[in-house]
């Protein structure tokens, strides 16, 4: 267990796999939810990133709270990078480009042995005028298809006093899960997305809606990334809703999909959006 | 030539309905119709009795299951039939009232007729509206007059002298709702967070009064009002649920103003995964009502507490 702020664990919650949206607005809180999942991520002996300015306040806060940074950074397991190093490598922000330094991470974390990685991600280089930033909502919706992988758990601290709040809402729907000041990260009701291998697909569990729904968008975007017919197991997806089931409906249009593990309520969904008439989608009932 | 017709047939027993509304589907069916009957289980049964061998040229429809909710008659019963049958002229009996409808199921149902006037404007189709004012009461007849051009009565077509502009019609149904029982609880919300927590807040009290699966379609239902409210009133709102007489209600408030007579009711385009909020609500309930105007919203639905009332 992370040690909490006001007695809620912000981010204990976070798997491997979540992407979640992280709204803050006092240092405190901040530094404090920080230190826990990046003590839980040394415990797991997951790699750790945190990707931010002023790194050497993060980690001096992080020794602060008890967070032991020496050895793990000696090691490679902790890593602090800046966002000029990582999402602004080229000068400007370049969405392809960022997640192809990912990938590298990925494969580079994977190829020393850690059972996954954690990234937290302080996104105030974001508000302000870098070249590219506009295409930020697009980049946090694609990143999904990384994190669908279940290999990375990402966490995108946004400072809310430094964001317009529609800019920022629209960001939030992108992120499969969310977390703010009093209000932490819940599994239950965030999307849980994982790529399946056999059968090829998705996961999903948890709840869709408008907080999340252009998150379901890209991860069916990615659905057929790598072979050309899916499964999406809708079986321990507990709310969905019109819009997201539509979502659903149209992933048909993409490739032949079979959704399996459909509850009662979300049949009555998907035959209200004419599911039955669609070529190419078969409907496993539960 | 397209033409709308609608009348309404004021019957005493079941000769009279029989003397008109045989005749109806028998021409229809000679003309090359598509015919649809929607109409309660009862008179279902008479008139596919009456019409022996013709009634496999007809669809039929129990009005008091898929036109239980007033507000869902037009997209999900009488819309989709036209639709599906556009290359030619379509005949509908549909019979929307019948005794033992409540009091807001009756208010519902007479902005449903002044609507039918607007959705079908330029279709070309025919829907006779059956009364039995033997046994309704003598205000619904009253609003019959109101919502139909054309009143079929003792054999005779004739015009009606009450008919108004559809619209203003309905308008003037669009009353305050009577206030919520002494023992309601609310929930206020506002923002992307709290959709969550008005699910949870909703399944709990409904929980303890519907099936699972109506407490499923009661939560969809609301969370899609409220949704409306977050995208579009820009705005806080109050979310309320309470007991009343066999139904559970809830009622959703917000600051938005649903401008559009028909929202709700409209067949949505096929292409455009938005605009199916209200028409869902409608489907999922068995009771939306409506009050609507430039300083605020409150939709309320009805789940009846029983299956059958």
Redesign the interface.
């Known amino acids: 267990m992370g040690r909490t702020v006001g007695g809620l664990p912000l981010l204990d919650k976070v798997a491997l796999g979540d992407h979640v949206c992280w709204t803050v607005d006092d240092d405190a809180t901040r530094l404090e939810a920080i230190a826990g999942f990046v003590r839980a991520g040394l415990e797991a002996r997951h790699r750790v990133v945190y990707c931010g300015d002023d790194p050497g306040d993060v980690l001096a806060g992080l020794e602060r709270h008890g967070v032991g940074t020496r050895a793990a950074l000696d090691d490679g397991q902790l890593r602090v990078i800046t966002p000029e190093s990582s999402y602004l490598a080229g000068g400007v922000f370049d969405p392809e480009a960022t997640m192809k330094l990912w990938r590298a991470a990925i494969d580079e974390a994977r190829g020393v042995g850690y059972a996954g990685i954690r990234v937290i991600g302080d996104m105030t280089w974001a508000s302000r005028k870098v070249p590219g930033v506009e295409r930020l909502p697009w980049y946090e919706a694609h990143a999904n298809a990384i994190f669908m992988e279940g290999y990375v758990a990402g966490v995108c601290a946004y400072d809310r006093r430094r964001f317009d709040p529609l800019h920022l809402?629209r960001l939030?729907w992108a992120h499969p899960g969310?977390a703010?000041f009093r209000?932490p990260f819940?599994p239950e009701?965030s999307l849980r997305a994982r790529r399946t291998r056999d059968p090829y697909g998705v996961r999903l569990a948890g709840?869709v809606?408008?907080?999340n729904r252009d998150a379901l968008r890209a991860v069916i975007d990615h659905l057929f990334d790598h072979e050309p017919a899916a499964t999406i197991d809708v079986t321990e997806l507990t709310?969905v809703?019109?819009?997201a089931a539509?979502?659903l409906v149209?992933a048909a249009a993409r490739g032949p999909v079979r959704l399996a593990g459909i509850?009662?309520?979300l049949r009555?969904?998907l035959e209200?959006?004419g599911a039955c008439r669609i070529p190419g989608l078969a409907m496993e009932f539960r | 030539m397209t033409r709308f017709d609608h009348p309404a047939l004021l019957y005493r027993d079941t000769d009279e309905y029989l003397a008109t509304t045989v005749p109806f589907i028998r021409t229809a069916v000679e003309a090359g119709d598509s015919v649809l009957v929607a109409v309660p289980a009862g008179n279902l049964t008479l008139l596919r009795g009456a019409l022996g061998g013709v009634g496999g040229c007809v669809e039929f429809a129990d009005m008091a299951e898929s036109g239980r909710n007033p507000g869902r008659i037009l997209p999900a019963v009488l819309l989709p039939f036209a639709e599906a049958h556009r290359d030619r002229h379509v005949s509908i009996i549909g019979e929307p009232v019948w005794p033992g409808r409540t009091p807001s199921e009756r208010t519902a149902c007479t902005q449903h007729e002044a609507l039918i006037n607007t959705a079908f404007e330029g279709r070309d189709a025919s829907v006779l509206c059956p009364y039995d004012t033997a046994r309704l009461d003598r205000a619904v007849v009253a609003d019959a007059w109101r919502t139909h051009p054309t009143m079929i009565d003792e054999g005779s077509r004739i015009a009606s002298g009450e008919y108004d502009d559809p619209l203003l019609t309905a308008e003037a149904v669009n009353l305050p709702l009577p206030p919520p029982a002494g023992d309601a609880v609310s929930l206020r919300y506002s923002g992307?967070?709290d959709?969550?927590v008005v699910?949870r807040f909703i399944r709990r009290r409904a929980a303890a009064v519907l099936p699972a699966?109506r407490v499923?379609?009661l939560?969809?239902a609301v969370?899609?009002l409220v949704?409306n409210t977050?995208?579009h009133a820009g705005g806080p709102g109050l979310v309320t649920i309470w007991v009343e007489a066999g139904v559970l209600a809830c009622q959703v408030e917000d600051r938005g103003h649903i401008a559009d007579p028909l929202a709700g009711r409209r067949l949505p385009p096929p292409l455009s995964?938005?605009g199916?909020?209200l028409l869902?609500v409608n489907?999922?309930c068995d009771l939306v009502r409506m009050r609507s105007g430039p300083g605020g919203t409150c939709v309320r639905v009805h789940m009846w507490v029983a299956a059958d009332r």
Do not use: M, Y
């Open positions: 809402r939030g969310a703010a209000s819940e009701s709840e809606d408008l907080s709310f809703d019109t819009a539509r979502i149209d509850s009662p309520s009555k969904l209200f959006h | 992307l967070a959709l969550a699910r699966e499923d379609e939560v969809l969370h899609e949704t977050i995208r995964p938005c199916r909020g869902l489907q999922l």
